[in-house]
């Protein structure tokens, strides 16, 4: 009987990717992927380091896991990914129960690690950075129809609160050519919804080619065919060219929405980030692309309590996000992270008053979705099916408007009986607790 082997991936889908790379190995190896991983002999913790809150998701994994290798119930635990990568030593340290500890320059030695673990020899192992496999045979553990398509790795933004060069190293683009191979894979696998990642998408290709080549390659993978909607994320606001904006305007299967993470609007909050901008080149920005690329959809997250904001800082935080009433917002108190220069600045703001600004900046963004939501009644929606709710006894998915895991779903009755993956027309037939709710229309 094959040993079985199942993976927790924690984060970002950068991370995921990671993980599905990693997957590829063990499953070529010999073992058996087992999809719930408290039933697998092996348990493999791909973990997230980069804010205190998904440092505690992780720890939390990684002690259940362990617990249920004390109980006799898995064999072996390793740990991976962001949390592994940062602390290193001290993971090891503080969890002795882990079999193995691997940074992400080690992924590639995962296959060596479950077989040590088996034989009862710990493994701890931190390759350069610069060794993460950024290509080859994957495992989807997306739902099938949608896959996410890493394009570089690492980051040279150097924001001041972020943690993210440490653990990750400098920013490193793909060869265009082996990503267009990797897309019409995961085409001929069946993949219709292509979501593009890397910590700085627009950053793409200056380090290969000299310039940016985001705009470029985009053009590229809408010629492969498969593909219905080309999603971009992490896109940041100040790389934001004409050329893109045309490319996404143009391209009929680049969905008309847009990741652009802000973090804060004031001038000198982004100055102290280490960020370009201020309120007037994101108002512009905001402006422009809504005017070049009608309907488009604008994701953004913003950061409270970063050191030194004061309560007018704020406040212009919220006007602005009330003024533009942006589609999508995700919001989260400061952090502040160890090794970071903001970690450091004198004139940090006390937990509780980040926490009451990210609660009311929360509640501010829900009315506004709640109002933007309201106002589909009565229109028709294209919607990708992701599964069926037994309790409500309908289907629900997501339209272009909304990216896979992180905005919402549309709910829907259908008269047919639908499979995983199809796109329907949806009519929203009325709003409920802010979700749409409709019929599928054939």
Not at 316 to 327: I, M
Not at 354 to 362: I, P
Request: contains cysteine; charged residues 30%.
């Amino acid at each position: 009987m094959a040993i079985k082997v199942g993976m927790v991936s924690l984060g970002c889908p950068k991370n995921q990717v990671d993980a599905e790379l990693m997957m590829a190995d063990i499953r070529k190896a010999g073992y058996e992927l087992c999809e719930d991983a408290a039933l697998a002999d092996v348990a493999v913790i791909n973990t997230c380091g980069f804010i205190e809150s998904a440092k505690a998701e992780s720890i939390e994994f990684i002690l259940e896991f362990t617990t249920l290798k004390e109980e006799g119930r898995i064999k072996a635990v390793i740990i991976t990914g962001c949390l592994a990568e940062r602390y290193r030593e001290e993971v090891a340290r503080e969890i002795p129960e882990a079999d193995a500890v691997l940074g992400i320059g080690s992924n590639k030695d995962i296959v060596a690690a479950i077989e040590k673990a088996l034989a009862g020899e710990k493994t701890l192992s931190f390759g350069p950075k610069e060794d993460l496999p950024l290509s080859g045979d994957r495992i989807l553990s997306t739902i099938p129809f949608y896959a996410y398509l890493k394009i570089a790795e690492g980051c040279d933004n150097r924001c001041s609160y972020c943690a993210i060069p440490g653990i990750r190293g400098g920013f490193r683009s793909r060869p265009m050519e082996d990503v267009l191979k990797e897309a019409a894979t995961l085409a001929e696998w069946g993949v219709e919804e292509l979501v593009v990642v890397a910590q700085d998408t627009t950053r793409y290709g200056e380090d290969l080619y000299g310039k940016p080549a985001l705009a470029k390659l985009l053009e590229e993978l809408c010629r492969i065919d498969g593909f219905r909607w080309i999603r971009v994320l992490y896109a940041y606001p100040h790389r934001i060219t004409d050329e893109l904006i045309d490319v996404i305007a143009r391209e009929e299967k680049i969905c008309k929405y847009l990741d652009l993470p802000m973090q804060h609007v004031n001038g000198e909050i982004l100055r102290r980030m280490n960020r370009p901008g201020d309120e007037q080149t994101l108002s512009e920005l905001v402006e422009k692309l809504r005017q070049r690329v009608p309907g488009i959809v604008l994701r953004t997250t913003f950061m409270t309590g970063f050191p030194g904001e004061t309560e007018e800082q704020f406040e212009q935080l919220c006007a602005f996000v009330a003024k533009h009433k942006l589609e999508r917002v995700g919001c989260f108190a400061y952090s502040a992270e160890e090794d970071t220069p903001a970690a450091e600045f004198p004139d940090q703001v006390e937990e509780e008053v980040k926490a009451r600004r990210c609660e009311l900046l929360y509640q501010l963004c829900e009315e506004m979705m709640q109002e933007k939501n309201a106002a589909l009644e009565g229109q028709t929606l294209l919607c990708v099916t992701e599964g069926f709710d037994r309790y409500a006894e309908c289907y629900f998915g997501r339209s272009a408007a909304d990216a896979p895991d992180i905005d919402g779903k549309v709910f829907f009755k259908s008269s047919q009986k639908l499979r995983l993956g199809q796109f329907v027309s949806v009519l929203v037939d009325e709003v409920v607790d802010g979700e749409p709710f409709g019929t599928a229309i054939f």
